[in-house]
């Protein structure tokens, strides 16, 4: 049998930042087709078990667009089973207003719930949160003769915090007889060993939703033989029609906006940026306490290369003190008296004077 282990769908996810609403709306709209085309994938390989591992949603208030293709999705779908777990996006009333409940979606509680997903295949999971995460290992029974599948969702650490803070311990979820821990609040996919018998993994987001979210997305398909007892595993990556890229781009010396804006057009031709790519320019390198950096002006200027731009500058800044000793202006007088500082690092010296400079010019401090 083969199962899909997702998480972190964030349908109807604000998406505001550096995004106009016509582009919003589109980006919205895309991630509920990426849901219907991971749907279809399990329809076109004959998979029967969907792992939602929380944070379906990304907030209380959900759109009617969006509760509806999900629950038209399940329903229209009796052959796949859909286990569903809260994250901490959640909504707590996602399905209490249904007036007939699918009988192939399958609800976690703050207890431990366990479905026969299969002959000898076993489904379990729990909404773990502050007050029962202090003993939920010490309640998990599982039997080691079954295949079994527990889904969580949270940050996963080796301990437990000694705080009430809900954090997953993967040391406590060792030796319990699991052989698949599917878990869900990372938006990357990590697969990595649990113990000698299984292994734990974060499926990842099925798309981006920001300019932070780099590299791949998808789902994650098991191919569970349970004559032999063994699990195959198999990322699967989804292609979206606005993939999200990260160019750093080196700016030593460069003083103008203009000058930055070439450098960046030349980086955008060696990373084949295209019109529908969502790009985060990263500045780096050293420039002068001169240097004009308007990233507003930036980022209007290149808003014709892609779908959508984030320009971050994380420059450091270099400082002259020479050319500054006999400049009377009261920008040189600044620059004397901070260097003066004996209890300032140089680190600190070079940011008081970097925002010291833009103040004295009018600019924003930041």
């Excluded at 919205?28 to 944070?55: C, H, P, T, W």
């Excluded at 409940?101 to 999971?125: H, Q, R, S």
């Excluded at 699990?231 to 906006?257: G, R």
């Excluded at 960046?264 to 240097?291: H, M, P, Q, T």
Aim: net charge negative; with cysteine; hydrophobic share 35%.
């Amino acid at each position: 049998m083969k199962i899909i282990h997702c998480a972190d769908l964030h349908l109807d996810s604000k998406m505001s930042a550096h995004l106009n609403s016509d582009q919003e709306k589109e980006k919205r709209q895309n991630l509920l087709n990426s849901f219907s085309e991971m749907i279809q994938y399990a329809k076109r390989n004959e998979i029967n078990s969907v792992i939602i591992a929380g944070d379906l949603y990304d907030k209380k208030k959900i759109s009617f667009e969006a509760k509806t293709k999900v629950l038209d999705t399940i329903t229209l779908n009796t052959d796949i089973n859909f286990y569903y777990l809260k994250g901490n996006h959640d909504s707590e009333s996602l399905f209490s207003d249904i007036e007939v409940f699918p009988t192939n979606l399958k609800l976690f509680d703050e207890k431990w719930i366990y479905y026969d997903a299969g002959e000898n295949v076993v489904i379990c999971g729990i909404e773990v949160n502050k007050s029962n995460i202090s003993d939920c290992y010490d309640k998990l029974n599982l039997d080691p003769r079954k295949i079994n599948i527990v889904v969580m969702h949270g940050q996963e650490n080796e301990y437990r915090n000694g705080d009430d803070t809900v954090v997953i311990s993967i040391r406590e979820l060792r030796n319990q007889n699991i052989d698949y821990l599917a878990l869900g609040h990372i938006h990357s996919y990590k697969y990595k060993e649990l113990d000698s018998r299984g292994h734990y993994c974060y499926s990842g987001c099925l798309e981006a939703r920001g300019f932070d979210e780099i590299g791949e997305h998808g789902f994650v398909v098991l191919d569970i033989d349970e004559v032999n007892r063994t699990i195959k595993h198999e990322f699967i990556k989804i292609y979206p029609k606005h993939d999200v890229k990260q160019i750093n781009i080196d700016i030593t010396d460069i003083n103008t906006a203009k000058g930055v804006i070439d450098k960046i057009d030349e980086s955008f031709k060696k990373g084949r940026i295209n019109d529908a790519d969502i790009v985060k320019a990263v500045l780096l390198g050293e420039v002068n306490y001169d240097c004009n950096l308007n990233i507003d002006v930036i980022e209007k200027k290149l808003e014709d290369y892609c779908y959508a731009v984030k320009v971050e500058d994380k420059t450091s800044f270099k400082i002259d003190y020479e050319q500054f000793k006999k400049n009377k202006s009261l920008k040189g007088e600044f620059v004397r008296l901070v260097e003066m500082q004996k209890d300032l690092s140089e680190e600190d010296k070079i940011k008081i004077i970097r925002y010291g400079i833009n103040a004295l010019k009018g600019e924003e401090i930041g």
